[in-house]
């Protein structure tokens, strides 16, 4: 198996079929082993993809281990959501711990914990009127993408949102009006959730 960085491949312009190596995702130091074009993630550059697309998607858990992300504990799940910075997530934690009476002066309080994943869920959740999670995603513009809590891809089952959920929540991360919900490769996974695993981020 190559080694090589690919750092000059060019993915948008090069169709599925042709290609033989997903190059490094942004914002992680993941590689994808060479799959055939059936089993690769459904436009994983560009995630705006359809439901037809996801429905011929090979599920990831189903994968023989040799053609699974390498480095990587267990396979990663798309999520549909928006991306979030890391500044907004600093102003969720800021509001936080101003609302613990707190002070806000020392920057090291604003590191994401589990507690502080919590309560931006929880509050999101609330606002929004649907469970709502921070995921760490390898194909989001900052590393960061909000996700309805159902809303992903998973064998046998669909994802689906109630578009007023969606204007809810473009509303409060102030996402425009006409930007639709994408598809992101995330690094956390139902497996960790379910069996109680450390949450990734």
């Not at 009127?129 to 992903?152: H, K, M, T, W």
Request: aromatic share 10%.
């Amino acid at each position: 198996m190559s080694s090589d960085n690919s750092s000059d491949f060019t993915p948008s312009t090069v169709p599925k079929t042709e290609r033989c190596r997903l190059p490094v995702l942004p914002n992680c130091n993941i590689r994808f082993v060479s799959l055939p074009a059936e089993l690769r993630p459904p436009s994983e550059f560009e995630p705006d993809v359809t439901r037809d697309d996801l429905v011929r998607v090979a599920p990831f858990e189903r994968l023989p281990t040799g053609l699974v992300p390498m480095d990587y504990p267990l396979p990663p799940v798309l999520y549909n959501g928006f991306p979030i910075t890391t500044d907004k997530i600093v102003a969720f934690l800021r509001y936080e711990r101003k609302q613990l009476g707190k002070s806000s002066s020392d920057n090291g309080s604003y590191k994401l914990t589990e507690s502080s994943i919590a309560y931006i869920e929880d509050n999101l959740s609330e606002s929004v009127g649907c469970q709502v999670e921070l995921r760490a995603a390898i194909n989001a513009p900052d590393g960061y993408v909000i996700s309805f809590r159902s809303n992903c891809f998973v064998p046998g089952k669909m994802p689906s949102v109630d578009p007023e959920h969606v204007e809810n929540l473009r509303g409060i991360l102030g996402v425009a009006d006409d930007e639709p919900l994408k598809w992101y490769i995330c690094r956390t996974n139902w497996y960790w959730r379910r069996f109680g695993k450390p949450f990734p981020l």
